[in-house]
């Protein structure tokens, strides 16, 4: 638990979709092994925490592999990821930036969300309230 809540602190999410535990279980010889190497000496303060810090390393890496075979066995259908960036321009109450469509739109790149986002401006849907990279997005009354 404490290593996944460690993983989610600093960013490393893929505790959601693997599990970390069942990796650490499949690779137990390992882990064993690790914090014997790691622990050795840690009463004169001369231990090695690195064998156990790769180890966790391993196991992150593992886990993101994993969960990219898992990814790409999923097709995507034709027209989903536009769907998903109009149902988040819809779920914005106030104004938006593409860096916000972006986290709420996994998997889509800045340039399909600046394609949709040129589309809806000129069916007048919103508007453009700047520009550059700090722009920020507002639906219309059109859009509603």
């Known amino acids: ?6 993983c989610y602190h600093l960013g490393y999410e893929v505790g959601r979709y693997i ?3 069942r990796l650490i279980e499949d690779n137990k010889e390992r882990y064993y092994e690790t914090l014997e190497k790691s622990s050795k000496y840690w009463h004169e303060g001369k231990h090695d925490p690195w ?8 196991i992150i890496k593992t886990a993101y592999r994993e969960f990219e075979r898992r ?8 027209g989903a990821k536009t769907e998903m ?27 399909m969300i ?3 986002l040129k589309d809806l401006s000129k069916q007048g849907k919103i508007n453009s309230l700047g ?4 722009a920020r997005w507002e639906k219309t009354n059109k859009g509603n």
Request: with cysteine; hydrophobic share 40%.
């Open 51 to 58: 064998p156990y810090i790769n180890y966790l390393l391993f």
């Open 85 to 111: 960036i109009l149902k988040a321009v819809n779920s914005f109450y106030d104004s938006f930036s593409i860096s916000e469509l972006n986290r709420e739109c996994p998997g889509v790149s800045v340039d």
């Open 19 to 21: 599990s970390l535990e």
């Open 71 to 78: 990814a790409e066995g999923q097709k995507i259908p034709r």
């Open 131 to 134: 520009r550059g990279q700090n």
């Open 1 to 6: 638990m404490l290593l996944l809540l460690g």
């Open 114 to 116: 600046r394609k949709i």
